[in-house]
């Protein structure tokens, strides 16, 4: 009994501590990247280079990038702020709640001093800010370094200061049956953070127990201030903190011993009713009952039968009723599982329908700035023109669907935004056989993508137009279409090239981290699964140097619109 209640109880809390890991872990990525748009922008990057008595410099720079570090404190209210320093002396604060104490001298701050020796991000123990004005707060600092990337050396760091109470909201457990407290532990500092007090001494023996124990593993039995504990722990990915989840073994034998004490209760009045009522109601209830049997065998095998009645004024009558009621309402449910399954296809569809590049969109308009400032109005006429028209093409109210001819107007915007960004045109010829399908709806932003990574990828300024070519191709083929889009470019490396040949195997499910941040295909790509299923064929070919093809086929024209 008490084996198998400390295995129980083991298995549980190993489900609950890999889930607040992933919780924390997801948490902490999220909140990083948050934050990658602003180590993009063109201002931050020149504000890195600034010396720091080009104080004029500094704040015109801060006054353009600032915007991007509020917008994300906006969505993160509990990050107190955020704050960079460099090895160079220059300091930048932000944050909604708090205020810069600006006598504060960060060269004999000891925390983020030792930080420089870092290259990875990390989360400290929690700690005041002693920078900060009329501030009693404890935080987590989550410490993101900027690498120099010729020296591989870290320049600056880049501070996310997240209140101590959320991370312990995040150790909390919601059941109420859980027994025990989850732990962040820090090995090397012995730093010890939960939403209730943790014993003394007990993450000390915990440490002795878990070098101690002989295979390694992630359970442990050991004994603090007389008190024998259960432990469970795993890693927090890429830090050098562990969740430990720890709980006195009498806490979890007492709940067994009531559950043992209950059953054996159940079982005696179970067996009392039965002798009482068997032997009188035996003839009687064999023939409904075996009814009843053939009826749920029947269900068994997805079969909705429902079972006969001729009388329901007794027990076995109120059960058949009941079973054939509960018949009833699985078809229903049936049904609604159904229907909420295609609403959730139809809105998933539509999410990554939505979704729109921002860098594009804050880097056309930076462009459009440009030209502005040089007096050329024929040139911010153009491209005003050019983003109005994709703005309303993308968000306009039509389910998705576009006509060919639409999709191409797209991508011809598109290119004219890339010349007037880059001072180069880029050829792109379009070879629709017959003409008709220019009129065939497909789904909207579903060959755009393959343009822009062809550009991004395949394209450099230092090319000719001779150089670089891009080709879409729109045939049709008995009942199917076939879309090309080839370019001449530099191509795709061969790792990245086998990650989208698995990304195609698995049906657009991937959990690689490169499409973390690669996002444009992975979400064309389930769009197109999506809306077609297994009729959707899709290719991806490329050659170092001599450019790269994606080409997929669909059905057309009567099934276009069939919800996969």
Do not use: C
Not at 46 to 69: C, G, Y
Not at 121 to 145: E, G, K, M, Q, W
Not at 325 to 350: C, D, G, I
């Amino acid at each position: 009994m008490f084996r198998s209640s400390t295995e129980y109880s083991a298995s549980i809390s190993t489900q609950y501590v890999e889930f607040v890991s992933k919780e924390l872990s997801d948490y902490l990525q999220n909140l990083n990247e948050s934050f990658d748009s602003l180590f993009i922008n063109a201002s931050f990057r020149d504000f890195l280079d600034t010396r720091p008595d080009q104080l004029s410099e500094q704040a015109d720079e801060m006054i353009r990038f600032r915007p991007i570090v509020r917008n994300s404190l906006q969505f993160h209210p509990e990050v107190l702020g955020v704050l960079y320093v460099d090895r160079l002396g220059k300091v930048y604060f932000d944050s909604y709640q708090k205020q810069l104490d600006p006598s504060y001298s960060f060269g004999t701050d000891k925390l983020y001093q030792a930080s420089f020796s870092n290259n990875k991000p990390a989360l400290t123990a929690p700690h005041p800010l002693p920078y900060i004005l009329y501030n009693d707060a404890h935080v987590f600092s989550y410490i993101r370094p900027i690498l120099n990337t010729d020296t591989g050396r870290t320049e600056a760091l880049f501070i996310m200061e997240i209140h101590e109470d959320k991370i312990k909201r995040m150790l909390s457990s919601n059941q109420k049956d859980q027994v025990g407290q989850v732990i962040l532990y820090h090995e090397q500092d012995g730093t010890a953070v939960s939403e209730t007090p943790v014993p003394s001494g007990l993450m000390r023996d915990f440490q002795q127990a878990r070098l101690q124990a002989p295979d390694g593993g992630k359970q442990l039995l050991f004994t603090s201030d007389n008190i024998e504990y259960q432990a469970i722990y795993t890693e927090l990915p890429d830090t050098h903190w562990k969740l430990v989840w720890a709980a006195p073994l009498s806490s979890i034998n007492k709940g067994v011993r009531q559950t043992y004490q209950l059953t054996l209760l159940i079982a005696a009045i179970s067996l009392v009713t039965a002798l009482i009522i068997a032997f009188p109601v035996m003839s009687g209830i064999l023939r409904p009952l075996y009814r009843l049997k053939k009826g749920m065998q029947s269900l068994g095998r997805g079969v909705y039968v429902p079972v006969p009645m001729k009388h329901n004024h007794d027990e076995i009558g109120f059960l058949i009723q009941s079973y054939n009621q509960t018949l009833e309402k699985l078809q229903f449910m049936e049904r609604e599982v159904y229907q909420a399954n295609m609403r959730e296809k139809e809105r998933e569809l539509l999410q990554l329908q939505a979704q729109i590049n921002p860098h594009f969109l804050f880097n056309t308009l930076e462009t459009i700035e440009s030209y502005a400032v040089r007096n050329n109005g024929e040139a911010v006429g153009d491209m005003v023109q050019s983003v109005s028209r994709m703005m309303r093409y993308t968000i306009r109210n039509d389910d998705g669907w576009a006509s060919l001819r639409e999709e191409i107007a797209y991508i011809r915007n598109f290119l004219t935004i890339h010349y007037y960004r880059n001072g180069k045109d880029v050829r792109a010829r379009f070879e629709i056989d017959p003409p008709e399908l220019l009129d065939v709806q497909v789904v909207k932003l579903s060959i755009q993508p393959f343009i822009e990574n062809a550009i991004k990828y395949g394209w450099s300024p230092n090319m000719s137009t001779e150089q670089f070519h891009l080709t879409v191709s729109v045939q049709a083929q008995d009942s199917f279409i076939d879309v090309s889009i080839r370019d001449t470019g530099t191509g795709i490396p061969a790792d990245v090239l086998e990650k989208l040949r698995q990304l195609i195997a698995g049906k657009g499910e991937s959990k690689d981290p490169y499409f973390r941040k690669h996002t444009g295909i992975l979400n064309t790509y389930r769009r197109l699964i999506l809306v077609y299923g297994e009729e959707l064929q899709f290719r991806v070919e490329s050659e170092p140097g001599r450019g790269t093809e994606f080409s997929f086929r669909i059905p057309y024209p009567a099934k276009q619109r069939e919800p996969a």
